[in-house]
């Protein structure tokens, strides 16, 4: 009996729709990447990983030591170039560095984690939020930044952080910005794809199936106490 409850159950979820795949979030990490073998090339944006685009003021740095062990390729927001001299110039437009992030499908929650490259004093990395209506709510500062976010002797830890937009709200873009050059990393981007749901859907041929399956074998355990 408790066999055919649990059948029931289960065929009743997935029939009123209350059984749900839970989104599976859609990461972008720069691993696939590999640094040039002439030290003057810069990889710089656009870039795309997983459905997640990239594009602004931004290079990559790769093979950096983190905490823990290892290496990671991190995204540095910065405008690099090679100066006539070949040297490379790191610098920013007056407006400042921006990286924006990009999932059409749209997203619900999205993170990043984060590190000072240099430890210069100044402030935390705007953020801005942004839909098919345009920005979603103010731009404001990343919050709660760490000193022990940074980059010392060769080796980098970075802070995780995570955005739940509010109920309702849905979004296709995030951008981070600074005033200067070569002051943040960035790495293990994400986003919590947004999966429309209409609340009085039709029930699929095989949810009818197996709610009848278990409606049955109640039925049947019910003639059989009877008798």
């Known amino acids: 009996m408790r066999a055919f409850r649990t059948l029931m159950m289960a ?12 989104p599976v979030k859609k990461t972008a990490d720069f691993e696939g990447l590999s640094a040039p073998s002439d030290p003057s090339v ?10 997640l685009s990239f594009t602004g003021n931004g290079a990559f740095a790769f093979g950096l030591g983190v905490a823990g062990g290892g290496t990671h390729n991190a995204l540095l927001l910065s405008e690099v170039s090679v100066d006539q001299f070949g040297d490379t110039v790191d610098q920013c437009p007056s407006a400042g560095c921006a990286i924006t992030v990009g999932f059409s499908a749209g997203f619900t929650n999205f993170g990043f984690s984060l590190a000072s490259l240099d430890l210069r004093s100044g402030g935390s ?17 990343v919050a709660g930044v760490q000193s022990s976010s940074a980059c010392k002797v060769g080796v980098c830890t970075f802070q995780e952080f995570s955005v739940d937009l509010a109920p309702g709200q ?5 951008r981070l910005s600074f005033a200067s050059a070569a002051h943040w990393l960035f790495d293990q981007f994400n986003v919590t794809p947004f999966e429309a749901t209409p609340p009085n859907r039709v029930p699929e041929p095989a949810s009818f199936a197996l709610v009848l399956a278990a409606l049955g074998g109640v039925a049947v355990t019910r003639r059989r106490r009877g008798q």
Do not use: H, K, R
Not at 125 to 141: H, K, N, R, T
């Open 170 to 174: 849905v979004g296709t873009s995030f």
């Open 42 to 51: 810069i990889v710089a944006l656009p870039y795309s990983e997983n459905g």
């Open 11 to 22: 065929g009743l979820l997935a029939a009123t729709g209350l059984v749900q795949a839970v």
């Open 125 to 141: 990395p705007m953020l801005e939020i942004f839909g098919d209506q345009g920005q979603i709510g103010s731009a404001v500062a």
